[in-house]
């Protein structure tokens, strides 16, 4: 008999009740060091005191009132994303692959409106995700999200990851745009370079065509900027997809662009019921407000130094178990040898109460909430070491 929650998720044998800072707590009272962060999204750990404020304080006045009104929290948002990025307007969503449905439709229609309609075929890189609905499943390409549902959308041209040939080769006539994250997630913690970043806003350019950012994972503070391409300087994209981070928790996510890119987004053109609802708005302006606080990214950049030393320590002390050691800032992936499975470590780390999560390539992905102390790597690592002594000697044998 089927399970009535359909059962698509491989899930750890435990649910949390509570949570705090980076710690969560299972029904049992059990302690975890929470170094996932809910894929990404927590970064401002759990049960921070001010989303919590905003949050509840937000409950009492208002919830929802559609976006047939206006909704003075997204005016809010909005200018402080504007302000602290390339874009000039924003567009609100509930979640990451709404995000990415906006920038592909944004990316289309900007060719239409602009007199070319047969350009809006998308280049995008091989070991991909953004999402799952469909447009954002054929984007990726990948055979595990895409089998047995049926004709994909067109319009999605797949070049293997850091083949500039390929790429090149890929661009034509009908090219409406190209889609990066500038720092796979899902697929790794693959990092694109940031000469190659630079390169892809000069190739756009010179063809006429737009760079939109996948930046829902590597977004939002995750790398020690607010967004990941600003340290590949003049590498700006003209749409960005932002969210996992943005709402720490809250279901939110929003697509960002410059003025020129947004042109043919006119009245009627595209919406949704929840996005930007006032719930939403209310923590988004909470995590926002704390993160271009003086001192915070700061604070990301000093950890993440301090995470990639220690991790570098580890991958030396366990040459057998770990390849390599990748990423950009409190995003980093640790790449496992051939013969050691990513979810073992995952596995050895949750017995011994340690949270992580799995990404293809082996890799298994340590992040943090951006409010992270030193002491906290330190008892990550410790408890790393322990996983990977156990893995070598075998003990964890059983749970490939
Ligand atoms: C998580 C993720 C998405 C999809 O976000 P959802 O909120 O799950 O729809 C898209 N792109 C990247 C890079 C992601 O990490």
Redesign the pocket.
Known sequence: MIAPVLPTYARAPVAFEKGEGPWLFDEAGEQYLDFGAG??VCALGHAHPKLVAALEGQARRLWHTSNLYGIPGQQELAERLVEASFADTVFFTN????A?ECAIKMARKYHSHNGAPERWRIVTFEG?????SLA?IAAAGQEKLTAGFGPMPEGFDHVPFGDHDALKAAITGETAAILI?PV???GGIRPVPYQCLRGLRELCDEHGILLIH?????GMGRTGRLFAHEWAESGAPDIL?S??GIGGGFPL?ACLATERAAAGMTGGSHGSTYGGNPLAMAVGNAVIEEMTAPGFMEHVVEMAGLLRQRLAGLADEFPDVIAEVRGEGLMVGLRLQDGVVNSALVQAAFERRLLTVPAGDNVVRILPPLIVEAEHIGQAVDTLTDACKALRDGAAVAAK
């Open positions: 894929i990404a979640s990451g692959l709404e990415m991909a995700f953004h999402g799952r954002t994250e796979q997630g899902e996948d930046e829902i994972q590597c997809a969210a996992k996510g």
